[in-house]
């Protein structure tokens, strides 16, 4: 079973629309949740960090739930410009050493 | 630089040729990831450096594969007698050490192996 684990999706959605990814993580010991974002054939970049009592950027928010061991990530209002694959990543309690999951990949339509 | 930087960001190789690979990390970061990405797939982890502490290679696939971080800075991944299957695109990141800080990626080095 892979430590971090996600639903790759698509997700295809029209425009304006409301998106929620799930994300699990097995490991306990993991301190540190990210979301990052892939466009086609560049580098992941950090969309947000996931703090523990949850948090908003814009239109996204972040959601931890350490009990069930996941992390959630809502999009608001979706635009076309965030047609990219959505990467769930942990860190370990005091070691920074990133595990990334495999990624969902959202397509926003007209 | 600002950014982390990696070198060649294309290479096309023969099987069974070695090949190296070379980041330049973001400066004052002590922390260094090379990862894999083949076509479609996720992020697979290949090798931590964590400032002066030993490196966690627990993801390299194989004995071919082997990297170094010299001076703390630059790293090179090296890949030898390389296999058609190793083709894929090999990304670095850098980050600070404190745990909970942001990782930083290069446009990655995309291998062919024909």
């Known amino acids: 079973r892979k430590e971090v684990e996600q639903d790759p999706g698509p997700f295809n959605v029209p425009e304006g629309a409301t998106v929620a990814f799930n994300c699990t993580y097995s490991n306990s010991a993991s301190q540190s949740f990210f979301w990052y974002r892939q466009d086609c054939r560049k580098e992941p970049k950090l969309l947000m960090s996931?703090?523990?009592s949850g948090n908003e950027d814009g239109r996204f928010t972040a959601q931890l739930n350490r009990a069930s061991q996941y992390i959630s990530l809502l999009i608001r209002d979706s635009k076309l410009s965030d047609s990219a694959t959505y990467l769930c990543v942990v860190a370990h309690r005091g070691y920074n050493k990133l595990i990334f999951g495999a990624g969902t990949r959202l397509a926003v339509h007209p | 630089g600002a950014g982390v930087s990696q070198s060649p960001s294309n290479k096309v190789t023969e099987k069974g040729k070695d090949v190296e690979l070379r980041c330049d990390p973001i400066?004052?970061?002590?922390?260094l990831y090379w990862y894999r990405q083949s076509l479609g797939q996720g992020l697979e982890f290949l090798i931590y450096f964590q400032g002066n502490s030993a490196p966690d290679k627990s993801g390299l696939p194989s004995d071919r594969f082997s990297a170094e971080r010299t001076g703390g800075s630059v790293s090179t991944l090296t890949i030898q007698r390389t296999q058609q299957e190793d083709s894929a695109v090999y990304l670095c990141a850098s980050s600070r050490l404190k745990p909970g800080t942001e990782a930083f990626f290069g446009q990655g080095t995309r291998l062919t192996v024909v």
């Open positions: 996931v703090y523990s």
């Open positions: 400066s004052g970061h002590t922390a």
